[in-house]
């Protein structure tokens, strides 16, 4: 089984920056790629952006690129995204997901973390 603990969102302003994190635990294969994803209220869930544990490939949502940032630090099992000229429509619940083998299929997900944006 793996865990993910989602920590870091908050408020901002629009303009600001945050970082949240994603710590994975148990048995994680080394294959991985590890996602973002955000849903706002009465929005479905919307990708953001994902990374390869093994490459340290990564590939962003329109919405997000030149903005956001996802980088991980193997050695601690834990990814990182860096969230900087925020705006109020980044507003959203945020969630880390674990897709094992880097199939596209996130089959662990983490409880979520708040981020608001105010303009």
């Known amino acids: 089984q793996v865990q993910l603990v989602e920590s870091g969102g908050g408020s901002v302003q629009a303009g600001g920056s945050l970082r949240l994190s994603c710590a994975a635990s148990g048995r994680t294969p080394s294959t991985y790629a590890m996602g973002w994803f955000r849903q706002a209220p009465g929005k479905e869930r919307e990708f953001v952006g994902t990374?390869?544990?093994?490459?340290?490939?990564?590939f962003y949502a329109n919405s997000v690129k030149g903005r956001f940032t996802i980088s991980g630090d193997n050695a601690k099992n834990t990814v990182l995204l860096e969230m900087t000229s925020l705006k109020p429509e980044d507003t959203a619940v945020y969630y880390c997901?674990?897709?094992?083998?880097?199939?596209?299929?996130?089959?662990?997900w983490g409880q979520g973390t708040q981020v608001t944006v105010s303009s």
């Open positions: 997901a674990l897709d094992p083998y880097g199939s596209g299929r996130y089959e662990y």
């Open positions: 990374i390869s544990r093994s490459s340290g490939w990564t």
